[in-house]
């Protein structure tokens, strides 16, 4: 009612959006430490989630709530679910070319079930050829046999 | 309570920093990535960084304009890192 | 198609109507959230702009989709939320930990077979997948019903099992929450 509690709550709303925007802000962080630290491109792109869905929906609450007139508030939400549509488009066609051509070190696959599975249509390229040795690591089980029936 | 909105602008200017930071440490994977795709990806992150930094601006200052800015940037970037995939592909292919 | 009309189990016309109204209707909003502010002038512009855009590019028929069921819905809405949390710290964690010198993170790439037929199941399952850190789909094949995915940090058979596990819990989140394909799209459903 009172011009006071108005404020108080306007004083509210801030501090929530800021402690948001903190949170997306030190996630973000790590996973620029992750991006630097992750050996290969793959695991790298988990880091790379991160800032680009969590951090910056974190980010986007705490703008909203800081920015609080309808237009903003809208246009955010639109920045959100594009966002959330997009990313995994992009993860998706990054990951498949990592994971085709040298990015990833397949030393550090604990297994790999997508290895000589491939159809007929595109038979080369993306297997690790004789340069790379068949025995890749001492734990692995099943070498390359594809994936197995269980489900 | 006077003091809890300098307060809050106080800890929004530090996130910027924090910010600025993260962006650096991207910029050594973008300069340093042995690859294309892990140019890429970095590149990506530094998008999202930039995008979080408009919005933090933005609820720093009260200032609304930079709102369609985010829009546009989320969407444009989107187009990139997409076209790029297309051309890194055959620079990588063996 | 014209054998008895009106006596089917679900009447075509008006939810083939409907399924092509549902695409209109999300492109007039997304106009008018663009532009910010409601008014006749901008859902006008939208629904011409949506027409157009409809007409040049059409969208393929998404076999067999009912509608979305709202309990289940937003159980899994929940359960996609507290996994972005769990999983973005837990790869914040591994992020630090990388930076420890020795063994890096070790990681697996899994195959998991779905049981249901439904190309929208799959996507949406594929969707949030990808979102969520620490799991990535780089490859899905609808006609296997297949799809492979890095997952980090799995460096044993139990942590493949409980990724296995959690598409599974996923998927039959998905399946309840947007009913099951008709008979018109797919060959019916195995889950019970």
Partial sequence: ?151 | MSTLPALLDAVLVVSLVLLGISAVLVVVRLLRGPTGLDRLVALDVLVAEFLCGLVAYAALTGDSALVPVVVAISLVGFLGSTTVARFVRRGTDR | MSGGRGNGPTPPDTTGLLRRAVPVVWLVLVWVLLWGTFSWANVLGGLVVALVVLVVFPLPPAPGRSWLRPGPALRTLRRFVADLVVSSLQVAWQSLEALRPGRPIRSSVVAVRLESSSEFVMAMAVEILSLVPGSLVIEARPEERTLYAHVLGADDAEAVAAFRAQVARLEADLVEALGRPQAAGAPSEEIP
């Avoid at chain 1, 030190?26 to 695991?43: C, E, K, Q, R």
């Avoid at chain 1, 995994?88 to 994971?99: E, K, W």
């Avoid at chain 1, 491939?118 to 994936?147: H, I």
């Fill in chain 1, 1 to 151: 009612m009172s011009p006071g509690s108005r404020e108080g709550l306007a004083v509210t709303l801030d501090a929530i959006g800021t402690v948001a925007i903190v949170a997306g802000v030190l996630l973000t962080l790590v996973a620029s430490i992750g991006l630097l630290s992750l050996p290969d491109v793959l695991s790298r792109m988990h880091a790379a989630t991160k800032p680009q869905v969590v951090g910056l929906l974190l980010v986007v609450i705490g703008g909203a709530l800081h920015l609080r007139t309808s237009v903003d508030v809208w246009m955010l939400v639109l920045v959100g679910a594009f966002q959330l549509v997009t990313a995994p488009v992009t993860a998706h066609v990054v990951g498949r070319l990592a994971h085709r051509g040298d990015g990833v070190r397949r030393d550090l696959l604990y297994v790999d079930e997508l290895v000589d599975t491939r159809d007929g249509a595109d038979p080369g390229p993306d297997r690790p050829e004789p340069d790379e040795p068949d025995v890749e690591d001492p734990d692995v089980p099943a070498p390359r046999g594809g994936w197995t029936e269980g489900s």
